[in-house]
């Protein structure tokens, strides 16, 4: 039979651990939407920092390529396969593929659910509750949500516990 003790410690331990990534959507080789809620992570007018834009999964912003680092993801521009998504130490920016470090242009999508649902028109979910997490420091891309950021913010990078698994992926149809 199980103590108070014992029951009250289990509420504890579930409670300390945060909802963890399990799995990694079979994105390889599509065009994807990085979305937080009713935002996406686009590209600014100057090219090269990222900033939240109201979502619009049937247009792609990446098309995503196999990296170095195995089962992780290079995301590249999808109108310029020749920029890549760069971890440059403050801002994730898009720059010249190569012109960083393997690990500075090396993603992994973990989700806690990888599933292929019908999303809005033009494109399917196909990863839910999830970190993008950096190689270079293993930080996490931050889209901030509109109730706390104006649409058009930076997307940035932050420790992932803070950033939370609520970034949901979808492939354009
Ligand atoms: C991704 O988008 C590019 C640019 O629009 C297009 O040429 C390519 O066919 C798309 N790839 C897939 C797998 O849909
Ligand atoms: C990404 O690469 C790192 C370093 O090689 C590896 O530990 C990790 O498991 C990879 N992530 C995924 C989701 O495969």
């Known amino acids: 039979m199980l103590s108070i003790a014992s029951i009250f410690l289990s509420v504890l331990l579930a409670g300390a651990s945060p909802a963890r990534a399990t799995c990694s959507p079979a994105i390889l080789g ?7 809620g009713p935002l996406e992570a686009g590209f ?3 090219g090269l920092t990222l900033v939240s834009q109201p979502i619009s999964v049937a247009t792609p912003e990446f098309a995503v390529a196999a990296s170095s680092f195995s089962g992780n993801f290079t995301l590249l521009k999808v109108t310029n396969k020749a920029l ?3 971890n ?4 994730p920016e898009t720059l010249s593929v190569g012109s960083a470090s393997a690990s500075a242009q090396s993603w992994a999508v973990q989700c806690s659910s990888c599933v292929s649902e019908n999303g809005p ?4 979910l196909i990863g839910e509750g999830c970190l993008v997490v950096s190689q270079l420091d293993q930080r996490c891309l931050n889209i901030g949500l509109s109730t706390t950021t104006p649409v058009g913010s930076p997307v940035t990078l932050g420790n992932c516990q803070a950033v939370g698994s609520s970034i ?3 492939i354009a149809a």
């Open 84 to 86: 890549a998504l760069t």
């Open 168 to 170: 949901n992926i979808y």
């Open 44 to 46: 600014s007018s100057n």
């Open 121 to 124: 028109p033009g494109s399917t």
């Open 30 to 36: 599509t065009n994807i939407s990085i979305t937080n």
């Open 88 to 91: 440059t130490g403050a801002l």
